[in-house]
């Protein structure tokens, strides 16, 4: 499948047209940012790694019964995806305390939940991806109570299948943001899920193998992608 043009560039990835309406190709890129664009940088390899982590996780879940828009990897940072309507919720799942949670919350992160969490933000650079429930969501007509219904479960079940895949690499899921599209009728899984998305910790020792390590500037940060790679094998 060949790009066609440009449809929009974000922080992290480039959308292009395709020769099929139904299909785009995103291609990932090794930019980095933080607390809303404040902070920026690039990890080298980043792209590749989110690319592959992300098609690899994705056919994990649709085996398992979650639709989600991944179609098939061009080459290390090109993947063909199906073009869905976005909406326009960033969906964080928590198992454990960390990170916007801890700090809104006054909770000591690694907290660990007794059930995991789901929130909502209203994806909205200009307003700072602020935090909502279900009604304003619905009185922003973002999405409607059904959709919100799914979006949830499915959230839920990624959840169950994405802690149980990393802890086979010996890595704990703390946290992780989904997006979900509107693909002919459907409610789908779209964007990526990569350590830009995820926060995993290493099930012995805790260190932080994800992005926190580029926003609190804990250095190691592509030693950290490539741990990843390495335990997931791809
Ligand atoms: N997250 C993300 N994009 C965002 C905000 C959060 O991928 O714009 C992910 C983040 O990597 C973490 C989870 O969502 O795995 C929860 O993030 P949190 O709300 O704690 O925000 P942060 O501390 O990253 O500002």
């Known amino acids: 499948m060949e790009k066609l043009e440009q449809l929009y560039e974000g ?57 989600t828009h991944y179609v098939e990897t061009i080459d290390s940072r090109n993947t063909v995806v199906k073009c869905v309507e976005i909406v326009p919720l960033e969906v964080i799942v928590r198992n454990v305390a960390a990170g916007s949670f801890s700090k ?27 935090l909502i429930n279900d009604s304003f969501a619905i009185a922003l007509k973002l999405a409607t109570q059904e959709e919100i219904d ?21 890595i704990k899921l703390i946290d992780f943001k989904l997006e979900f599209g509107r693909f002919h009728g459907r409610i789908i899984l779209a964007d990526e899920i990569s350590p830009d998305t995820c926060r995993l910790w290493d099930k012995e020792t805790n260190e932080k193998l994800d992005k926190d390590r580029f926003r609190r500037d804990l250095g190691n940060i592509e030693g950290a992608y490539s741990e990843v790679r390495s335990r997931l094998g791809f």
Request: hydrophobic share 35%.
């Open 104 to 130: 809104r919350l006054g909770v000591e992160e690694g907290t660990v939940f007794e059930q995991p969490t789901v929130e909502f933000s209203y994806k909205n650079d200009d307003l700072g991806d602020p």
């Open 150 to 170: 799914e979006i949830k479960s499915m959230a839920l079940r990624v959840n169950e299948l994405l802690k149980a895949y990393f802890l086979r690499a010996n």
């Open 11 to 67: 922080k992290a990835k480039k959308v292009f047209k395709t020769d099929n309406k139904d299909h785009l190709i995103v291609s990932y890129k090794d930019d980095a940012t933080a607390f809303n664009g404040l902070k920026k940088g690039t990890i080298a390899g980043k792209g590749e790694i989110n690319n592959l982590m992300s098609n690899q996780l994705f056919a994990y879940l649709e085996e398992n019964g979650i639709e």
